[in-house]
């Protein structure tokens, strides 16, 4: 065989090496633009990832295909016998689902320079977008490999059973990974496009691009996720006993978010051109969002019986909400040091830092999980405040008429379970943006009528 069997087990250094590479790619957006001139250095950075993660997945497919009778999938799901079909059943819906999704989340950022929507972009935005993507990639490779990634799918089965224990997975698991998988790909065309609006606006097709296919898929992600335990109070209680579903609701949440506050926020950005308006803008946001955090995170822990009640929940909302916080706070200093970005980067740092928390928050303890709606919620805080200083101070009807929303949003994620909080605060962020867009829209309509009149 080309492949070892089980190529993960047989050399014990594969899965380290590969979570290594990945946390190099960390780093894409200063390393790549370095060793640019240094052809057989950066091939190899650039192509160690996904050629380890197809290594996986070539040995994973010759296992199945040959009923290798110690591959743990072999010896739990097919047994001996079965036929072909069943075979690639269980490689397309197993564990190879998974590697397959890295695999096509690195191969997409290292190939992202040949997007059609960046045809007649220059090298300089090419490189930079694919430095990003590549970043964008290797934090969610990082996050893949410790969550979905589980030491028993590597290792084999010493004592298989004598017939299979497990039923085979449908082929709708198939797609929904491919869905959640481009939901990633796209919010890494969104950071990378928001990232070098300020200096040019070659990355205005694939941003607007991004932004509509997101608008598909993640209705349709929201749509899956309503009808999963994800809707049941027992699953905030162990939300990782289910990886596939975290990692789905995790990627829902970030996808949303970036899609809506990020996307809005960083083309209002380019409005406020005077340095007092984006000081007022940030310091608003901030106080809100510290109130909007603190108080929606206790209320979800409150009603998760395992984080206590009163003042414990109120302890454990603070608690998390700070260190949410504190990760956007560390990261506006990051302009300071030459890692600009956008219009405002201060804002767009602090935007992204809170976002990116979220998977770290997630690994840190299952009180992590307590921030999904709280996070939501916080993200309609900024088209909030960007209308109310877009519309100016004689103006103020629609910047009262989002809060309103957000308002309402906020007080029945307070007074709702964990469950059905998640999904009215994926609602009020995506109504808020929605009509600060669509007055963001009709402004920029009435100038032009003006100014040709």
Do not use: N
Request: aromatic share 10%.
């Amino acid at each position: 065989m080309a492949f070892p069997f089980m190529l993960a087990a047989s050399a014990p250094w594969y899965l380290p090496g590969l979570f290594l590479a990945c946390l190099s790619w960390t780093a894409a957006f200063s390393l790549l633009p370095r060793i640019e001139h240094r052809t057989l250095v950066k091939r190899l950075y650039v192509w160690v990832p996904p050629a380890m993660v197809m290594g996986l997945l070539l040995s994973r497919a010759i296992d199945l295909l040959g009923l290798e009778p110690g591959h743990p999938e072999v010896a739990l799901i097919l047994g001996q016998g079965v036929d072909m079909g069943a075979r690639l059943r269980v490689l397309f819906t197993g564990q190879g689902a998974v590697e397959g999704a890295l695999f096509s989340l690195l191969v997409f950022a290292v190939l992202s320079p040949k997007l059609p929507s960046l045809r007649g972009a220059s090298m300089a935005t090419t490189d930079a977008v694919q430095s990003r993507m590549m970043t964008h990639a290797g934090w969610w490779g990082l996050l893949t490999l410790m969550v979905l990634f589980d030491p028993t799918a590597y290792e084999p089965m010493g004592s298989p059973p004598t017939v299979p224990t497990r039923s085979l997975a449908p082929w709708s698991v198939l797609l929904s990974i491919v869905l959640f998988t481009l939901l990633l790909m796209m919010a890494g065309e969104i950071m990378s496009a928001t990232a070098r609006m300020a200096s040019t606006g070659e990355t205005r097709l694939l941003f607007h691009r991004a932004l509509m296919k997101t608008a598909v898929a993640g209705a349709a992600a929201w749509w899956l996720l309503i009808q999963t335990d994800a809707m049941t109070p027992d699953w905030w209680a162990r939300p990782m006993m289910d990886a596939r579903l975290a990692m789905g609701v995790l990627i829902a949440t970030y996808a949303t978010l970036m899609a809506t506050s990020h996307a809005f926020s960083t083309v209002a950005e380019g409005l406020h051109s005077a340095a007092s308006r984006q000081a007022t803008v940030l310091m608003w946001t901030l106080t809100i969002t510290t109130a909007v955090l603190v108080s929606i995170t206790s209320a979800t822990a409150d009603a998760v019986e395992v984080y206590g009640a009163g003042l414990d929940a109120v302890l454990t909302g603070w608690r998390w909400a700070v260190l949410a916080l504190t990760a956007g706070v560390v990261a506006m200093t990051l302009p300071m040091v030459g890692f600009d970005a956008a219009h405002h980067p201060e804002a767009w740092w602090f935007r992204m830092a809170m976002m990116l928390f979220l998977p770290v928050a997630v690994l840190m303890a299952d009180g992590g999980w307590l921030l999904m709606p709280a996070m939501l919620v916080a993200g309609s805080v900024f088209p909030v405040v960007h209308l109310f200083v877009m519309a100016g101070a004689s103006r103020r009807t629609p910047g009262v008429l989002a809060a309103s929303v957000l308002l309402l949003g906020m007080l029945f994620c307070v007074i709702s379970s964990p469950e059905q909080s998640l999904f009215l605060a994926a609602g009020s962020v995506i109504s808020t943006t929605a009509f600060a867009t669509a007055w963001y829209r009709r402004e920029l309509q009435r100038s032009a009528v003006e100014s040709t009149g």
